[in-house]
T-cell receptor
Framework: GAGVSQSPSNKVTEKGKDVELRCDPI?????LYWYRQSLGQGLEFLIY????????KSGLPSDRFSAERTGGSVSTLTIQRTQQEDSAVYLC??????????????FGPGTRLTVT | DQQVKQNSPSLSVQEGRISILNCDYT??????FLWYKKYPAEGPTFLIS?????DKNEDGRFTVFLNKSAKHLSLHIVPSQPGDSAVYFC??????????????FGQGTILTVHP
């Protein structure tokens, strides 16, 4: 399949542990985004990578959250010292990143994170 | 501060009738708007978009209307089909500056189309 893939699909972790969520974007897409959806809420922007530019981290809720994108492709979202309020579905998306098509973002299936 | 609002959490429509999903925004810098559709356990999929230079965009059974003065957009689905049952998210972006590419989403509306 040529779509966006995310792993794991589900993650249950204990409060205080660190977690890493992975995203493989569509090949050739230069823009990559992380969002999260908490129960009953819309999608909340977290971070945005565009090519080699510095990422837009304006949506990260705290310094426990970080993300990197290696080689302009795969991205990892890391949450340190997880809290119960971090429980959500974490969605990754990618786009061509050129002109209006950058808004037509292709989403992965998400990782459901549960912090107990 | 909810900059994009979908005030109807759910909508129920009979098959063959029109579905109208509404979205309001507060940020006057938004100039590009999109609708996404989401099935359970899947990521959202892009449906249709509209630039602020237009007031209507049509794609098959789906039409998006934009009223900039009212900061309001709507998605019309005609005729509605049971397969359209999903969560619909409205999203907005400002094309300029550092916000480029960043989407702000509404809370979503659950559409149920009854056979």
């Amino acid at each position: 399949g040529a779509g966006v893939s995310q792993s794991p699909s589900n993650k249950v972790t204990e409060k205080g542990k660190d977690v890493e969520l992975r995203c493989d974007p569509i090949s050739g897409h230069t823009a990559l985004y992380w969002y999260r959806q908490s129960l009953g809420q819309g999608l909340e922007f977290l971070i945005y990578f565009q090519g080699n530019s510095a990422p837009d981290k304006s949506g990260l809720p705290s310094d426990r959250f970080s993300a990197e994108r290696t080689g302009g492709s795969v991205s990892t979202l890391t949450i340190q010292r997880t809290q119960q309020e971090d429980s959500a579905v974490y969605l990754c998306a990618s786009s061509l990143g050129i002109g209006p098509s950058t808004y037509e973002q292709y989403f992965g299936p998400g990782t459901r994170l549960t912090v107990t | 501060d909810q900059q994009v609002k979908q005030n109807s959490p759910s909508l129920s429509v009979q098959e063959g009738r029109i579905s109208i999903l509404n979205c309001d925004y507060t940020n006057s810098m938004f100039d590009y708007f999109l609708w996404y559709k989401k099935y359970p356990a899947e990521g959202p999929t892009f449906l249709i978009s509209i630039s602020s230079i237009k007031d209507k965009n049509e794609d098959g059974r789906f039409t998006v209307f934009l009223n900039k003065s009212a900061k309001h957009l709507s998605l019309h689905i005609v005729p509605s089909q049971p397969g359209d049952s999903a969560v619909y998210f409205c999203a907005a972006s400002a094309q300029g500056g550092t916000s480029y590419g960043k989407l702000t989403f509404g809370q979503g509306t659950i559409l149920t189309v009854h056979p």
